[in-house]
Protein backbone atom coordinates (compact mmCIF):
# COMPACT_ATOMS: atom_id res chain seq x y z
CA UNK A 1 0.00 0.00 0.00
CA UNK A 2 2.60 2.12 0.97
CA UNK A 3 4.52 1.47 -2.10
CA UNK A 4 1.21 1.97 -3.88
CA UNK A 5 1.07 5.49 -2.31
CA UNK A 6 4.63 6.58 -3.27
CA UNK A 7 4.18 5.64 -6.73
CA UNK A 8 1.13 7.56 -7.10
CA UNK A 9 2.74 10.94 -6.13
CA UNK A 10 5.68 10.22 -8.22
CA UNK A 11 3.12 10.05 -11.10
CA UNK A 12 1.11 13.45 -9.56
CA UNK A 13 4.84 14.96 -9.32
CA UNK A 14 5.85 14.42 -13.01
CA UNK A 15 2.43 15.53 -13.90
CA UNK A 16 2.97 19.00 -11.62
CA UNK A 17 6.10 19.30 -13.85
CA UNK A 18 5.15 18.21 -17.12
CA UNK A 19 2.27 21.25 -16.12
CA UNK A 20 5.55 23.76 -15.51
CA UNK A 21 7.22 22.69 -18.46
CA UNK A 22 4.29 23.08 -20.87
CA UNK A 23 3.39 26.60 -18.77
CA UNK A 24 6.73 27.69 -19.72
CA UNK A 25 6.79 26.53 -23.32
CA UNK A 26 3.87 28.56 -24.02
CA UNK A 27 5.15 31.66 -22.44
CA UNK A 28 8.60 30.82 -24.38
CA UNK A 29 5.45 31.31 -27.03
CA UNK A 30 3.98 34.39 -25.91
CA UNK A 31 0.71 33.60 -24.50
CA UNK A 32 0.14 36.02 -22.22
CA UNK A 33 -3.38 35.98 -21.32
CA UNK A 34 -5.95 38.26 -22.83
CA UNK A 35 -3.17 39.65 -25.17
CA UNK A 36 -4.13 36.86 -27.98
CA UNK A 37 -5.75 35.47 -30.94
CA UNK A 38 -7.23 32.30 -31.65
CA UNK A 39 -6.77 31.32 -34.84
CA UNK A 40 -8.44 28.45 -36.86
CA UNK A 41 -5.97 27.34 -39.53
CA UNK A 42 -5.61 24.37 -42.47
CA UNK A 43 -2.63 22.55 -41.75
CA UNK A 44 0.44 24.49 -42.71
CA UNK A 45 -1.79 26.68 -44.78
CA UNK A 46 0.48 29.98 -42.91
CA UNK A 47 3.91 31.08 -43.18
CA UNK A 48 5.18 30.79 -39.24
CA UNK A 49 7.70 33.20 -39.72
CA UNK A 50 4.58 35.49 -40.62
CA UNK A 51 3.30 34.74 -37.48
CA UNK A 52 6.38 35.41 -35.42
CA UNK A 53 6.38 38.90 -37.28
CA UNK A 54 2.86 39.38 -36.07
CA UNK A 55 3.62 38.59 -32.54
CA UNK A 56 6.37 40.85 -32.68
CA UNK A 57 4.84 43.75 -34.17
CA UNK A 58 1.65 44.21 -32.23
CA UNK A 59 2.51 42.28 -29.40
CA UNK A 60 -0.43 39.86 -29.47
CA UNK A 61 -0.05 36.18 -29.08
CA UNK A 62 -1.18 33.76 -32.29
CA UNK A 63 -3.09 30.91 -30.90
CA UNK A 64 -3.00 28.32 -33.95
CA UNK A 65 -5.14 25.71 -34.11
CA UNK A 66 -5.72 23.58 -37.42
CA UNK A 67 -8.43 21.28 -38.87
CA UNK A 68 -8.69 19.36 -41.90
CA UNK A 69 -11.87 20.05 -43.32
CA UNK A 70 -14.57 22.36 -43.16
CA UNK A 71 -17.42 20.15 -41.91
CA UNK A 72 -15.36 19.86 -38.55
CA UNK A 73 -14.43 23.00 -38.76
CA UNK A 74 -18.56 23.75 -38.64
CA UNK A 75 -19.39 21.46 -36.27
CA UNK A 76 -17.02 22.60 -33.65
CA UNK A 77 -18.00 26.32 -33.81
CA UNK A 78 -21.43 25.24 -34.02
CA UNK A 79 -21.59 23.12 -31.22
CA UNK A 80 -19.76 25.75 -29.04
CA UNK A 81 -16.50 25.00 -26.61
CA UNK A 82 -14.45 27.13 -28.70
CA UNK A 83 -13.27 30.04 -29.11
CA UNK A 84 -11.36 30.91 -32.11
CA UNK A 85 -11.46 34.86 -33.28
CA UNK A 86 -10.09 33.96 -36.95
CA UNK A 87 -10.72 30.93 -39.29
CA UNK A 88 -10.60 29.91 -43.27
CA UNK A 89 -13.55 28.24 -44.49
CA UNK A 90 -14.07 27.19 -48.48
CA UNK A 91 -16.45 29.34 -50.08
CA UNK A 92 -19.14 27.02 -49.91
CA UNK A 93 -19.03 26.86 -46.12
CA UNK A 94 -18.69 30.63 -46.15
CA UNK A 95 -22.21 30.51 -47.50
CA UNK A 96 -23.56 28.09 -45.02
CA UNK A 97 -22.03 29.90 -41.90
CA UNK A 98 -23.72 32.63 -43.18
CA UNK A 99 -26.86 31.45 -43.68
CA UNK A 100 -26.42 30.04 -40.22
CA UNK A 101 -26.40 32.87 -38.75
CA UNK A 102 -22.11 32.01 -37.62
CA UNK A 103 -20.66 34.78 -39.02
CA UNK A 104 -19.97 38.51 -37.58
CA UNK A 105 -19.64 41.16 -40.45
CA UNK A 106 -16.81 42.79 -40.93
CA UNK A 107 -16.53 46.40 -39.66
CA UNK A 108 -14.79 47.46 -43.42
CA UNK A 109 -13.65 50.83 -41.59
CA UNK A 110 -10.91 48.89 -39.62
CA UNK A 111 -9.80 47.49 -42.94
CA UNK A 112 -6.35 49.69 -44.17
CA UNK A 113 -5.61 48.26 -47.55
CA UNK A 114 -8.61 46.40 -48.73
CA UNK A 115 -8.10 47.98 -52.46
CA UNK A 116 -5.22 45.12 -52.61
CA UNK A 117 -7.64 42.84 -53.24
CA UNK A 118 -8.64 42.18 -57.25
CA UNK A 119 -11.64 43.29 -58.22
CA UNK A 120 -12.14 39.59 -59.60
CA UNK A 121 -11.72 37.85 -56.59
CA UNK A 122 -14.32 39.88 -54.46
CA UNK A 123 -18.12 40.23 -54.72
CA UNK A 124 -18.15 36.75 -55.89
CA UNK A 125 -21.94 34.90 -55.11
CA UNK A 126 -21.09 33.51 -51.66
CA UNK A 127 -20.53 36.23 -50.47
CA UNK A 128 -21.78 39.36 -51.97
CA UNK A 129 -20.45 42.60 -50.72
CA UNK A 130 -18.12 40.88 -48.66
CA UNK A 131 -19.67 41.37 -46.00
CA UNK A 132 -18.58 38.88 -44.23
CA UNK A 133 -15.27 37.81 -45.56
CA UNK A 134 -11.89 38.43 -46.97
CA UNK A 135 -10.09 36.35 -49.67
CA UNK A 136 -7.18 34.71 -48.18
CA UNK A 137 -6.30 32.54 -51.71
CA UNK A 138 -7.48 30.95 -54.71
CA UNK A 139 -7.45 28.43 -57.36
CA UNK A 140 -9.37 26.42 -59.91
CA UNK A 141 -10.04 22.70 -60.85
CA UNK A 142 -8.27 21.62 -63.74
CA UNK A 143 -5.87 18.92 -65.68
CA UNK A 144 -2.25 18.06 -64.31
CA UNK A 145 -0.45 16.06 -67.68
CA UNK A 146 2.61 14.69 -67.46
CA UNK A 147 4.78 15.00 -70.55
CA UNK A 148 6.34 12.45 -70.41
CA UNK A 149 3.24 10.82 -71.91
CA UNK A 150 1.48 13.91 -73.01
CA UNK A 151 2.53 16.46 -75.13
CA UNK A 152 2.36 20.01 -74.09
CA UNK A 153 -1.15 21.57 -75.96
CA UNK A 154 -2.50 18.45 -76.55
CA UNK A 155 -4.82 18.78 -73.44
CA UNK A 156 -7.05 22.22 -74.26
CA UNK A 157 -10.29 21.38 -73.16
CA UNK A 158 -12.10 19.16 -71.01
CA UNK A 159 -13.30 16.76 -73.75
CA UNK A 160 -10.06 15.82 -74.39
CA UNK A 161 -10.71 13.45 -71.43
CA UNK A 162 -12.50 11.20 -73.70
CA UNK A 163 -10.28 10.51 -75.80
CA UNK A 164 -9.66 7.02 -76.63
CA UNK A 165 -5.89 7.55 -76.86
CA UNK A 166 -5.87 8.17 -72.71
CA UNK A 167 -7.23 4.39 -72.35
CA UNK A 168 -6.53 3.31 -68.58
CA UNK A 169 -4.39 6.88 -67.95
CA UNK A 170 -6.63 9.24 -66.06
CA UNK A 171 -6.75 9.74 -61.96
CA UNK A 172 -9.58 11.85 -60.89
CA UNK A 173 -9.73 13.38 -57.54
CA UNK A 174 -12.13 11.15 -55.59
CA UNK A 175 -14.95 14.38 -55.13
CA UNK A 176 -18.40 14.41 -56.19
CA UNK A 177 -18.84 17.86 -56.93
CA UNK A 178 -15.64 18.53 -59.04
CA UNK A 179 -16.15 15.05 -61.34
CA UNK A 180 -19.77 16.00 -62.11
CA UNK A 181 -18.84 19.70 -62.33
CA UNK A 182 -16.11 19.15 -64.96
CA UNK A 183 -18.57 16.56 -67.02
CA UNK A 184 -21.47 19.68 -66.51
CA UNK A 185 -19.05 22.02 -67.56
CA UNK A 186 -18.05 19.76 -70.66
CA UNK A 187 -21.02 19.97 -72.08
CA UNK A 188 -21.43 23.99 -71.60
CA UNK A 189 -23.88 23.27 -68.24
CA UNK A 190 -23.24 25.18 -65.36
CA UNK A 191 -21.76 23.45 -62.18
CA UNK A 192 -24.30 24.64 -60.20
CA UNK A 193 -27.18 22.60 -62.08
CA UNK A 194 -29.66 21.39 -60.21
CA UNK A 195 -32.00 19.73 -63.01
CA UNK A 196 -31.99 15.88 -62.20
CA UNK A 197 -32.30 15.33 -66.09
CA UNK A 198 -29.05 17.30 -66.84
CA UNK A 199 -27.33 15.68 -64.04
CA UNK A 200 -28.23 12.48 -65.38
CA UNK A 201 -27.15 13.02 -68.53
CA UNK A 202 -23.78 14.43 -67.03
CA UNK A 203 -23.44 11.14 -65.49
CA UNK A 204 -23.74 9.00 -68.82
CA UNK A 205 -21.30 11.33 -70.34
CA UNK A 206 -18.98 10.25 -67.21
CA UNK A 207 -19.89 6.76 -67.43
CA UNK A 208 -18.16 6.77 -71.28
CA UNK A 209 -15.38 8.05 -69.81
CA UNK A 210 -14.48 5.14 -67.04
CA UNK A 211 -12.64 3.13 -69.44
CA UNK A 212 -10.05 6.19 -69.21
CA UNK A 213 -10.04 6.29 -65.46
CA UNK A 214 -7.02 4.44 -63.49
CA UNK A 215 -8.27 5.16 -60.43
CA UNK A 216 -10.58 7.70 -58.48
CA UNK A 217 -8.18 8.82 -55.72
CA UNK A 218 -7.97 11.00 -52.35
CA UNK A 219 -4.83 12.51 -51.29
CA UNK A 220 -2.49 9.78 -52.87
CA UNK A 221 -2.95 11.07 -55.92
CA UNK A 222 0.00 13.64 -55.53
CA UNK A 223 2.01 10.48 -54.56
CA UNK A 224 1.06 8.86 -57.67
CA UNK A 225 1.47 11.81 -60.30
CA UNK A 226 4.82 12.65 -58.81
CA UNK A 227 5.61 8.89 -59.36
CA UNK A 228 5.27 9.02 -63.14
CA UNK A 229 1.90 6.64 -62.21
CA UNK A 230 -0.45 8.27 -64.55
CA UNK A 231 -0.35 10.74 -67.83
CA UNK A 232 -2.92 13.00 -66.81
CA UNK A 233 -5.23 13.73 -63.34
CA UNK A 234 -8.26 16.06 -62.41
CA UNK A 235 -7.20 18.05 -59.61
CA UNK A 236 -7.35 21.58 -57.80
CA UNK A 237 -4.95 23.70 -58.66
CA UNK A 238 -3.21 23.44 -54.99
CA UNK A 239 -2.57 19.82 -55.00
CA UNK A 240 -1.11 20.22 -58.50
CA UNK A 241 1.24 22.74 -57.30
CA UNK A 242 2.44 20.27 -54.83
CA UNK A 243 2.95 17.89 -57.38
CA UNK A 244 4.83 19.81 -59.65
CA UNK A 245 7.61 20.96 -56.85
CA UNK A 246 7.98 17.21 -56.77
CA UNK A 247 8.07 16.03 -60.72
CA UNK A 248 8.99 18.49 -63.43
CA UNK A 249 7.57 16.40 -66.48
CA UNK A 250 3.99 17.55 -64.38
CA UNK A 251 2.41 20.66 -65.60
CA UNK A 252 -1.28 22.25 -65.01
CA UNK A 253 -3.96 23.08 -67.30
CA UNK A 254 -7.25 25.09 -66.52
CA UNK A 255 -9.60 24.23 -69.66
CA UNK A 256 -10.56 27.14 -71.53
CA UNK A 257 -14.36 26.81 -71.72
CA UNK A 258 -13.85 27.68 -67.96
CA UNK A 259 -13.84 25.37 -64.22
CA UNK A 260 -14.52 25.99 -60.96
CA UNK A 261 -12.49 28.42 -58.83
CA UNK A 262 -12.50 27.65 -55.33
CA UNK A 263 -12.26 30.31 -52.35
CA UNK A 264 -10.68 30.01 -48.98
CA UNK A 265 -11.71 33.04 -46.67
CA UNK A 266 -10.88 34.91 -43.58
CA UNK A 267 -13.66 35.06 -41.70
CA UNK A 268 -14.70 35.86 -38.02
CA UNK A 269 -16.56 33.50 -36.77
CA UNK A 270 -19.53 34.38 -33.63
CA UNK A 271 -17.24 32.96 -31.10
CA UNK A 272 -14.65 35.89 -31.60
CA UNK A 273 -13.32 38.16 -28.54
CA UNK A 274 -10.69 39.65 -29.64
CA UNK A 275 -11.60 42.06 -31.85
CA UNK A 276 -8.61 44.85 -31.91
CA UNK A 277 -6.14 41.80 -32.40
CA UNK A 278 -8.49 40.18 -34.95
CA UNK A 279 -8.58 43.33 -37.06
CA UNK A 280 -4.82 44.02 -36.62
CA UNK A 281 -3.92 40.49 -38.16
CA UNK A 282 -6.39 41.15 -40.76
CA UNK A 283 -4.31 44.38 -41.50
CA UNK A 284 -1.23 42.69 -41.06
CA UNK A 285 -2.10 39.64 -43.93
CA UNK A 286 -3.90 41.97 -46.15
CA UNK A 287 -0.13 44.28 -46.05
CA UNK A 288 0.92 43.35 -50.01
CA UNK A 289 4.70 42.16 -48.84
CA UNK A 290 3.15 40.00 -46.03
CA UNK A 291 0.50 38.56 -48.91
CA UNK A 292 3.37 37.94 -50.64
CA UNK A 293 5.54 36.24 -48.32
CA UNK A 294 2.75 33.79 -47.35
CA UNK A 295 1.72 33.15 -50.81
CA UNK A 296 4.98 32.30 -51.54
CA UNK A 297 5.46 29.96 -48.68
CA UNK A 298 2.31 28.27 -49.41
CA UNK A 299 2.58 28.09 -53.31
CA UNK A 300 -1.13 28.96 -53.91
CA UNK A 301 -2.63 32.19 -55.77
CA UNK A 302 -3.09 34.79 -53.87
CA UNK A 303 -6.04 36.87 -54.74
CA UNK A 304 -3.73 40.31 -53.43
CA UNK A 305 -3.09 42.15 -56.96
CA UNK A 306 -0.66 44.37 -54.83
CA UNK A 307 1.44 40.79 -53.92
CA UNK A 308 1.23 39.34 -56.71
CA UNK A 309 3.46 42.03 -58.26
CA UNK A 310 5.99 41.51 -55.44
CA UNK A 311 6.03 38.00 -56.43
CA UNK A 312 8.54 37.04 -59.41
CA UNK A 313 7.74 37.42 -62.32
CA UNK A 314 7.89 33.57 -63.45
CA UNK A 315 5.05 33.26 -60.82
CA UNK A 316 3.26 36.20 -61.44
CA UNK A 317 2.78 35.40 -65.29
CA UNK A 318 2.09 31.86 -64.75
CA UNK A 319 -1.04 30.77 -67.18
CA UNK A 320 -1.03 27.46 -64.77
CA UNK A 321 -1.62 29.30 -61.52
CA UNK A 322 -3.15 32.63 -62.43
CA UNK A 323 -4.80 32.19 -65.65
CA UNK A 324 -6.10 34.91 -67.91
CA UNK A 325 -8.97 36.60 -67.36
CA UNK A 326 -11.67 35.52 -69.25
CA UNK A 327 -11.02 31.94 -68.18
CA UNK A 328 -11.70 33.01 -64.46
CA UNK A 329 -14.91 35.12 -65.62
CA UNK A 330 -16.13 31.86 -67.24
CA UNK A 331 -15.43 29.90 -64.17
CA UNK A 332 -17.85 29.44 -61.54
CA UNK A 333 -17.74 29.33 -58.08
CA UNK A 334 -19.96 26.13 -56.07
CA UNK A 335 -22.99 27.59 -53.89
CA UNK A 336 -24.20 25.88 -51.30
CA UNK A 337 -26.15 23.15 -52.70
CA UNK A 338 -29.76 22.42 -50.75
CA UNK A 339 -29.40 18.95 -49.18
CA UNK A 340 -31.21 16.64 -51.58
CA UNK A 341 -29.18 18.42 -54.75
CA UNK A 342 -26.39 17.45 -52.70
CA UNK A 343 -27.76 13.74 -52.62
CA UNK A 344 -28.14 13.74 -55.99
CA UNK A 345 -24.63 14.36 -56.76
CA UNK A 346 -23.20 11.99 -54.75
CA UNK A 347 -25.72 9.22 -55.41
CA UNK A 348 -25.18 10.10 -59.02
CA UNK A 349 -20.90 9.97 -58.58
CA UNK A 350 -21.62 6.76 -56.73
CA UNK A 351 -23.03 5.08 -59.36
CA UNK A 352 -20.67 6.47 -62.04
CA UNK A 353 -17.63 4.89 -59.66
CA UNK A 354 -19.44 1.73 -59.94
CA UNK A 355 -20.31 1.75 -63.20
CA UNK A 356 -18.28 -0.99 -65.01
CA UNK A 357 -16.40 -0.37 -68.56
CA UNK B 1 21.80 -28.74 -26.45
CA UNK B 2 18.74 -28.16 -24.87
CA UNK B 3 17.72 -24.99 -27.05
CA UNK B 4 18.29 -27.11 -30.16
CA UNK B 5 15.85 -29.97 -29.00
CA UNK B 6 13.39 -26.87 -28.14
CA UNK B 7 13.76 -25.61 -31.51
CA UNK B 8 9.51 -25.88 -33.39
CA UNK B 9 8.29 -24.70 -36.81
CA UNK B 10 6.40 -22.19 -34.53
CA UNK B 11 9.39 -19.97 -33.69
CA UNK B 12 9.17 -19.49 -37.73
CA UNK B 13 5.72 -18.23 -37.06
CA UNK B 14 6.49 -16.02 -33.90
CA UNK B 15 10.04 -14.47 -35.91
CA UNK B 16 7.23 -13.60 -38.97
CA UNK B 17 5.08 -11.66 -36.89
CA UNK B 18 7.47 -9.73 -35.03
CA UNK B 19 9.08 -8.51 -38.69
CA UNK B 20 5.14 -7.71 -40.05
CA UNK B 21 4.99 -5.48 -36.75
CA UNK B 22 8.22 -4.48 -36.43
CA UNK B 23 9.68 -3.50 -39.80
CA UNK B 24 6.85 -0.63 -40.37
CA UNK B 25 8.21 1.22 -37.75
CA UNK B 26 11.76 0.59 -38.23
CA UNK B 27 11.44 1.78 -41.97
CA UNK B 28 9.48 4.87 -40.18
CA UNK B 29 12.80 5.60 -38.23
CA UNK B 30 15.00 5.08 -40.86
CA UNK B 31 13.31 7.96 -43.12
CA UNK B 32 13.93 10.27 -40.26
CA UNK B 33 17.86 10.41 -41.12
CA UNK B 34 16.63 11.09 -44.70
CA UNK B 35 18.00 14.17 -45.89
CA UNK B 36 15.41 14.78 -48.61
CA UNK B 37 11.65 15.72 -47.69
CA UNK B 38 9.29 12.72 -48.18
CA UNK B 39 9.97 8.79 -47.79
CA UNK B 40 10.12 7.91 -51.49
CA UNK B 41 13.98 7.68 -51.65
CA UNK B 42 17.17 7.88 -48.92
CA UNK B 43 19.21 10.85 -49.79
CA UNK B 44 22.20 10.59 -46.82
CA UNK B 45 22.05 10.48 -43.99
CA UNK B 46 21.11 13.88 -41.39
CA UNK B 47 20.04 14.86 -38.36
CA UNK B 48 18.64 17.73 -39.40
CA UNK B 49 14.74 16.90 -39.05
CA UNK B 50 15.76 16.01 -35.42
CA UNK B 51 17.21 19.47 -34.84
CA UNK B 52 13.45 20.78 -36.70
CA UNK B 53 11.63 18.85 -33.75
CA UNK B 54 13.91 20.13 -30.81
CA UNK B 55 13.57 23.80 -32.49
CA UNK B 56 9.72 23.61 -32.75
CA UNK B 57 7.96 24.83 -29.70
CA UNK B 58 4.90 24.24 -30.08
CA UNK B 59 5.09 20.32 -31.07
CA UNK B 60 6.98 19.56 -28.07
CA UNK B 61 4.39 21.63 -26.20
CA UNK B 62 2.17 18.97 -27.23
CA UNK B 63 4.09 15.95 -26.68
CA UNK B 64 4.89 17.25 -23.26
CA UNK B 65 0.41 18.01 -22.74
CA UNK B 66 0.15 14.65 -24.22
CA UNK B 67 2.28 12.65 -21.64
CA UNK B 68 0.99 15.02 -18.78
CA UNK B 69 -2.92 14.21 -20.01
CA UNK B 70 -1.86 10.36 -19.72
CA UNK B 71 0.27 10.08 -16.63
CA UNK B 72 -2.85 12.13 -15.01
CA UNK B 73 -5.76 10.61 -16.50
CA UNK B 74 -4.59 7.03 -16.16
CA UNK B 75 -3.12 7.53 -12.39
CA UNK B 76 -6.80 9.07 -11.72
CA UNK B 77 -8.97 5.94 -13.77
CA UNK B 78 -6.57 3.44 -12.05
CA UNK B 79 -7.92 5.01 -8.09
CA UNK B 80 -11.06 4.93 -9.44
CA UNK B 81 -11.27 1.65 -11.62
CA UNK B 82 -9.77 -0.04 -8.33
CA UNK B 83 -12.22 0.70 -6.31
CA UNK B 84 -14.81 -0.06 -8.72
CA UNK B 85 -13.35 -3.65 -9.26
CA UNK B 86 -13.32 -4.16 -5.59
CA UNK B 87 -17.10 -2.89 -5.10
CA UNK B 88 -17.86 -5.43 -8.09
CA UNK B 89 -16.04 -8.16 -6.55
CA UNK B 90 -18.00 -7.79 -3.34
CA UNK B 91 -21.03 -7.85 -4.57
CA UNK B 92 -22.82 -11.06 -3.59
CA UNK B 93 -25.66 -11.17 -6.02
CA UNK B 94 -24.57 -12.91 -9.31
CA UNK B 95 -27.13 -11.14 -11.07
CA UNK B 96 -25.97 -7.32 -10.31
CA UNK B 97 -22.36 -8.64 -10.60
CA UNK B 98 -22.39 -9.89 -14.01
CA UNK B 99 -24.96 -6.77 -15.01
CA UNK B 100 -22.28 -4.12 -13.77
CA UNK B 101 -19.65 -6.34 -15.51
CA UNK B 102 -20.98 -6.64 -18.99
CA UNK B 103 -22.34 -2.57 -18.56
CA UNK B 104 -18.22 -2.46 -17.99
CA UNK B 105 -17.01 -4.57 -21.02
CA UNK B 106 -19.84 -2.73 -23.39
CA UNK B 107 -17.94 0.22 -22.93
CA UNK B 108 -14.75 -1.80 -23.98
CA UNK B 109 -16.44 -3.01 -26.78
CA UNK B 110 -18.02 0.26 -27.77
CA UNK B 111 -16.09 1.99 -31.14
CA UNK B 112 -14.22 5.18 -30.23
CA UNK B 113 -16.18 6.80 -32.50
CA UNK B 114 -19.61 6.35 -30.58
CA UNK B 115 -17.48 7.37 -27.03
CA UNK B 116 -16.13 10.35 -28.98
CA UNK B 117 -19.80 11.29 -30.08
CA UNK B 118 -21.53 10.93 -27.24
CA UNK B 119 -18.72 12.88 -25.07
CA UNK B 120 -19.31 15.94 -27.46
CA UNK B 121 -22.79 15.95 -27.06
CA UNK B 122 -22.70 15.47 -23.33
CA UNK B 123 -20.32 18.41 -22.69
CA UNK B 124 -21.62 20.62 -25.07
CA UNK B 125 -25.33 19.70 -23.41
CA UNK B 126 -23.22 20.08 -19.97
CA UNK B 127 -21.76 23.71 -21.24
CA UNK B 128 -18.04 22.55 -20.34
CA UNK B 129 -16.10 24.08 -22.49
CA UNK B 130 -13.63 22.17 -24.80
CA UNK B 131 -10.32 21.77 -23.85
CA UNK B 132 -8.06 20.20 -21.53
CA UNK B 133 -10.62 19.34 -18.90
CA UNK B 134 -12.88 17.83 -21.76
CA UNK B 135 -10.01 15.22 -22.89
CA UNK B 136 -8.44 14.74 -19.43
CA UNK B 137 -12.37 13.63 -18.48
CA UNK B 138 -13.06 11.33 -21.36
CA UNK B 139 -9.99 9.91 -21.35
CA UNK B 140 -10.49 8.95 -17.53
CA UNK B 141 -14.27 7.41 -18.50
CA UNK B 142 -12.46 5.07 -21.45
CA UNK B 143 -9.73 3.75 -19.14
CA UNK B 144 -11.67 3.10 -16.11
CA UNK B 145 -13.17 -0.42 -17.62
CA UNK B 146 -9.74 -1.39 -18.82
CA UNK B 147 -8.62 -0.63 -15.04
CA UNK B 148 -11.10 -2.81 -13.65
CA UNK B 149 -10.72 -6.00 -16.47
CA UNK B 150 -6.84 -5.61 -15.37
CA UNK B 151 -7.72 -5.49 -11.17
CA UNK B 152 -10.71 -8.38 -11.37
CA UNK B 153 -8.93 -11.25 -12.23
CA UNK B 154 -6.40 -10.89 -9.04
CA UNK B 155 -9.63 -10.13 -6.73
CA UNK B 156 -11.08 -13.32 -8.08
CA UNK B 157 -7.94 -15.24 -7.71
CA UNK B 158 -7.10 -13.94 -3.93
CA UNK B 159 -8.68 -16.83 -1.30
CA UNK B 160 -11.28 -15.75 1.29
CA UNK B 161 -9.62 -17.90 3.63
CA UNK B 162 -6.80 -15.18 3.78
CA UNK B 163 -8.89 -12.61 4.39
CA UNK B 164 -10.75 -14.84 7.52
CA UNK B 165 -7.35 -15.46 8.90
CA UNK B 166 -6.74 -11.50 8.91
CA UNK B 167 -10.06 -10.97 10.75
CA UNK B 168 -9.26 -14.01 13.54
CA UNK B 169 -6.25 -12.12 13.78
CA UNK B 170 -7.92 -9.29 15.13
CA UNK B 171 -8.04 -7.16 12.18
CA UNK B 172 -9.74 -4.51 10.88
CA UNK B 173 -11.57 -3.72 8.11
CA UNK B 174 -8.86 -0.94 6.93
CA UNK B 175 -5.91 -3.25 7.75
CA UNK B 176 -7.51 -6.22 5.54
CA UNK B 177 -7.81 -3.51 3.06
CA UNK B 178 -4.35 -2.00 3.21
CA UNK B 179 -2.10 -4.87 4.55
CA UNK B 180 -3.98 -8.11 2.77
CA UNK B 181 -6.23 -6.79 -0.41
CA UNK B 182 -3.87 -4.25 -1.59
CA UNK B 183 -0.69 -5.79 -1.86
CA UNK B 184 -2.12 -8.71 -3.05
CA UNK B 185 -3.87 -6.70 -6.20
CA UNK B 186 -0.66 -4.72 -6.88
CA UNK B 187 0.67 -6.62 -9.60
CA UNK B 188 -2.90 -6.24 -11.38
CA UNK B 189 -3.06 -2.03 -10.68
CA UNK B 190 0.05 -1.82 -12.01
CA UNK B 191 -0.68 -3.52 -15.24
CA UNK B 192 -3.77 -1.94 -15.48
CA UNK B 193 -2.19 2.05 -14.93
CA UNK B 194 0.34 0.78 -17.77
CA UNK B 195 -2.52 -0.02 -19.85
CA UNK B 196 -4.51 2.78 -19.50
CA UNK B 197 -1.35 5.12 -19.94
CA UNK B 198 -0.95 3.65 -23.33
CA UNK B 199 -4.57 3.87 -24.43
CA UNK B 200 -4.77 7.69 -23.19
CA UNK B 201 -1.22 7.94 -25.05
CA UNK B 202 -2.65 6.67 -28.33
CA UNK B 203 -6.65 7.89 -28.33
CA UNK B 204 -7.35 9.55 -31.59
CA UNK B 205 -10.98 9.35 -32.11
CA UNK B 206 -12.56 10.18 -28.48
CA UNK B 207 -9.67 13.01 -28.24
CA UNK B 208 -10.55 14.10 -31.79
CA UNK B 209 -13.95 14.75 -30.74
CA UNK B 210 -14.14 16.65 -27.19
CA UNK B 211 -10.25 18.57 -28.30
CA UNK B 212 -10.55 22.24 -28.51
CA UNK B 213 -9.29 26.05 -27.40
CA UNK B 214 -5.95 25.57 -28.55
CA UNK B 215 -5.35 22.54 -26.63
CA UNK B 216 -4.22 19.19 -28.78
CA UNK B 217 -2.67 16.08 -28.22
CA UNK B 218 0.00 14.11 -30.78
CA UNK B 219 -2.32 11.95 -32.70
CA UNK B 220 -4.69 14.80 -33.47
CA UNK B 221 -1.84 17.54 -34.53
CA UNK B 222 -0.55 14.48 -36.78
CA UNK B 223 -3.61 14.17 -38.31
CA UNK B 224 -3.79 17.73 -38.84
CA UNK B 225 -0.74 18.33 -40.41
CA UNK B 226 -0.86 15.51 -42.84
CA UNK B 227 -3.08 17.47 -44.75
CA UNK B 228 0.09 18.89 -46.60
CA UNK B 229 1.85 15.60 -46.47
CA UNK B 230 3.64 14.56 -43.81
CA UNK B 231 7.13 15.77 -43.24
CA UNK B 232 10.16 14.11 -41.85
CA UNK B 233 9.87 16.15 -38.68
CA UNK B 234 6.87 13.47 -37.76
CA UNK B 235 8.97 10.38 -38.74
CA UNK B 236 11.79 11.98 -36.33
CA UNK B 237 9.03 12.44 -33.56
CA UNK B 238 7.99 8.53 -34.34
CA UNK B 239 12.30 7.73 -33.56
CA UNK B 240 12.01 9.82 -30.09
CA UNK B 241 8.33 8.18 -29.16
CA UNK B 242 9.74 4.98 -29.84
CA UNK B 243 12.77 4.88 -27.84
CA UNK B 244 10.76 6.47 -24.86
CA UNK B 245 8.06 3.39 -24.86
CA UNK B 246 11.26 1.00 -25.10
CA UNK B 247 12.58 2.97 -21.98
CA UNK B 248 8.66 2.60 -20.48
CA UNK B 249 9.08 -0.68 -21.24
CA UNK B 250 12.06 -1.32 -19.53
CA UNK B 251 10.91 0.73 -16.52
CA UNK B 252 7.86 -1.70 -16.55
CA UNK B 253 9.51 -4.62 -16.19
CA UNK B 254 11.93 -3.82 -13.10
CA UNK B 255 8.95 -2.29 -11.31
CA UNK B 256 6.97 -5.88 -11.92
CA UNK B 257 10.40 -7.96 -10.45
CA UNK B 258 10.81 -5.13 -8.00
CA UNK B 259 6.93 -6.16 -6.89
CA UNK B 260 8.00 -9.76 -6.89
CA UNK B 261 10.93 -9.55 -5.20
CA UNK B 262 9.77 -7.08 -2.45
CA UNK B 263 7.19 -9.53 -1.61
CA UNK B 264 9.69 -12.70 -1.20
CA UNK B 265 11.17 -10.42 1.30
CA UNK B 266 7.98 -10.13 2.86
CA UNK B 267 7.98 -13.72 3.45
CA UNK B 268 11.06 -14.44 4.32
CA UNK B 269 11.13 -11.83 6.92
CA UNK B 270 7.29 -13.17 8.29
CA UNK B 271 8.79 -16.52 8.43
CA UNK B 272 11.53 -15.23 10.87
CA UNK B 273 9.14 -12.98 12.85
CA UNK B 274 7.23 -16.45 13.19
CA UNK B 275 9.69 -18.41 14.25
CA UNK B 276 10.09 -15.83 17.04
CA UNK B 277 7.45 -15.62 17.85
CA UNK B 278 7.01 -19.24 18.49
Known amino acids: MKRLISMAAIILAAVLG ?5 HSLAKAQGATGDNTLNLANWGDYIDPALIKKFEKQTGYHVNLETFDSNEAMYTKIQQGGTSYDLTVPSEYMVEKMRNAKMLVPLDKSKLKDLSNFGALYMNRSFDPGNKYSLPYFW ?23 WKSKYRDNIMLIDSARDIMGFSLRSMGKSMNTTDPNTLALAKAKLDQMSPNVKAVVADEIKMYMAADESALAVDWSGEAADMMANNSHLHYVVPSEGSNLWFDNLVIPKTAKHFKAIYAFLNFLTN ?27 VRNDKQFYPDEDVIKKSEVYSDLAPKTVGLYNDLYLEFKMYRK | MKSLKKWKWTNLYLIFVFIMLYVPIAYLIFYSFSAGDTMSNFHGFTWTHYQELFADTRMIQIVVDTLMLALLSSLIATIVGTLGALAISRTSRPVVKNSILSLNNILMVSPDVIIGASFLIFFTALHIPLGFLSVLLSHIAFSIPIVVLMVLPRLQEMSNTMLDAARDLGSTNLQVLTRVIMPFITPGILSGFFM ?34 ISLEINALSGVMFLFSLVLVVGYYFIQRGTKSHKAKLKAKGAVTNEATH
Open chain 1, 18 to 22: LAFWS
Open chain 1, 139 to 161: GTLGIIYNDKFVKPGEIQHWNDL
Open chain 1, 288 to 314: AKNAAQNADYVGYSTPNVAALKLLPKA
Open chain 2, 196 to 229: AFTYSLDDFAVTFFVTGNGFETLSVEIYARARQG
